[in-house]
């Protein structure tokens, strides 16, 4: 595989980043991952901007701009003939040399890493046929979870939480409502009507998620923006989550609880349909 680091495509055994880069010693840094459909890229500007965003909230320099961003995703997803799959983009606050608290100063070059993962058949996993189950977890991250940083362990630990339960992903729950999955934001839907939990600094405004309460309200389906508890959404007719790499995914199963009879729901199903189609008109 050929991946990008600062400036370089490179072998994948040939790439490296010094041990002082703050990505690794603070987690210092933030990522994006694009999903690739048909070897183009899907909902490329609406990362851009979650990244520029990110940046600006992490006082960090964007590294490139739009234009030099988009040129490296092509250039990767070319270079290692990605069909289906994701670009994964990680920009950190470089290595200043010595361990430091306090913030480097501003010529330190940000590191810049992009690397691509292949899934043939992506948009149609056989997982989205059966749904997934999810366990409910305690939220114990950090409270700017609208930064999207590598900060991903406590992610990692649900996620091995829902492994060791027999499930396929937590969701988080927080003054007893559910904030997103482990990597996704987290739907219910009751008669009819989708509810997703309000944007704030309790979650990930996802890119998938915008995309999809826009299809919906556009199809005349009615959304409201709240947060839901455990119990509501066991009791709901229908569940899934969205992000840039499982698109639409229903969920069926709550703690154990069949969520309405137990099989991917007909909102969900209609709205991946109209996930994938719309933003493949769009994918550059
Ligand atoms: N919430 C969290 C915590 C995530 O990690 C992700 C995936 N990056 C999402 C939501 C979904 O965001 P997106 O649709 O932009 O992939």
């Not at 055994?13 to 690794?24: L, N």
């Not at 309000?198 to 709240?226: D, P, W």
Request: proline content about 4%; glycine content about 8%; overall charge negative.
């Amino acid at each position: 595989r050929t991946v990008y680091v600062n400036g370089q495509y490179l072998p994948e055994q040939e790439a490296t980043v010094s041990i002082f880069d703050r990505g690794f010693l603070f987690a210092d840094g933030v990522y994006e991952v694009t999903s690739v459909l048909g070897g183009k890229l899907v909902d490329f500007d609406g990362h851009v901007a979650r990244l520029e965003r990110s940046l600006g909230e992490m006082e960090m320099a964007a590294p490139a701009d739009r234009d030099e961003l988009l040129e490296i995703h092509r250039e990767l997803v070319r270079l290692n003939e990605i069909e289906d799959g994701m670009v994964y983009l990680q920009v950190t606050r470089g290595a200043p040399g010595d361990r430091d608290f306090a913030y480097p100063a501003e010529e330190t070059d940000p590191t810049l890493v992009l690397f691509t993962q292949s899934k043939p058949g992506l948009a149609k996993s056989p997982v989205a046929k059966k749904g997934i189950r999810v366990v409910t977890i305690p939220d114990e991250r950090w409270g700017r979870r609208d930064i999207k940083t590598v900060q991903l362990l406590y992610p990692s630990m649900g996620k091995m939480m829902a492994l060791k339960a027999g499930c396929d992903d937590a969701w988080m729950v927080e003054d007893g409502q559910v904030t997103e999955g482990t990597s996704n934001n987290a739907y219910i839907v009751k008669d009819g009507v989708i509810i997703t939990r309000h944007l704030s600094n309790e979650i990930l405004s996802g890119i998938t998620r915008a995309a999809v309460l826009r299809f919906a309200r556009e199809a005349q389906m009615r959304v409201e923006e709240r947060g839901f508890t455990p119990e509501e959404a066991k009791a709901a007719d229908e569940a899934f989550v969205t992000s840039a790499t499982t698109f639409v995914m229903p969920v069926v199963e709550i703690d154990g609880v069949a969520v309405g009879d137990g099989r991917p729901g007909s909102v969900a199903t209609r709205l991946r349909e109209i996930y994938l189609e719309e933003s493949l008109k769009t994918a550059i």
